[in-house]
């Protein structure tokens, strides 16, 4: 998770969760998972078993830590929490998204394929399914392991296949996106490719 600040609460839930899976996790583990160092690790164990979260048995060679009644609690509240964060930020970034696509429909243009079969790109078939007129075709992937088959219910295209559809723009959804419009250009009229920053400064007049 690149984008989200790992706070105290995600290091607190982080290593509860790991000793909950396996009560014997090293140190190192849970230094490695948090992506803090073993001495910070020390120091959150230390907090959590005098908040009563946490309980250590046995010896410097071999210790086992267990999660007591209220760690357990503690666990579920922070996994809700940061649930209904993740919940929040998917909705914003949906709306975002969205406000990126109108002006396609705003333009006539409602026959669209999505040149990338990732992350970026199943949130815009999303999106767009969610807007009257806007006629996602498809995606465009340069990995032939997708070729014919459908992700999230819509087929994934060859470049060359999907050019032999009709189509009035191709979204570029990955980034960067400098690769795929190397591979349009020349192939496709410029008019009809299109990058969500492209949409982005559509909307915003820049």
């Known amino acids: 998770m690149q ?15 790991e000793i909950d899976k396996n009560p014997s996790t090293s140190q190192s583990m849970l230094a490695n ?5 073993a001495a910070m690790v020390n120091s959150y164990i ?5 908040n009563g ?22 666990k579920r509240y922070l996994l809700v929490s940061f649930m209904a964060e993740l ?14 696509l109108l002006p396609l429909v705003r333009d006539g243009e409602t026959r669209v394929f999505f040149y990338g079969a990732g992350e970026t790109g199943l949130v815009c078939v999303k999106v767009a399914a969610e807007i009257p007129l806007l006629k996602t075709i498809g995606f ?11 992700v999230a219910g819509f087929p994934v295209f ?17 980034f960067p996106d400098d690769g795929p419009r190397k591979k349009l250009f020349g192939l496709v009229d410029e008019s009809k490719i299109v990058t969500l920053s492209d949409l982005d400064m559509k909307i915003w007049g820049k």
């Open 33 to 37: 998972n948090a992506g803090i160092s």
């Open 53 to 74: 979260y946490l309980e250590m048995y046995g010896n410097n060679k071999r210790t086992v830590s267990q999660l007591t009644v209220a760690g357990m609690e503690y």
């Open 140 to 150: 465009i992937d340069d990995n032939p392991e997708l070729h014919q088959k459908k």
């Open 46 to 50: 230390k907090n959590l078993c005098s």
């Open 158 to 174: 060859s470049l060359e296949t999907a050019l032999q559809q009709p189509f009035d723009k191709v979204v570029i959804s990955v």
């Open 3 to 17: 984008f989200i600040k790992s706070t105290d609460y995600m290091k607190n839930l982080i290593i509860l969760s």
């Open 87 to 100: 919940i929040d930020i998917t909705t914003n970034v949906s709306e975002q998204i969205k406000q990126m």
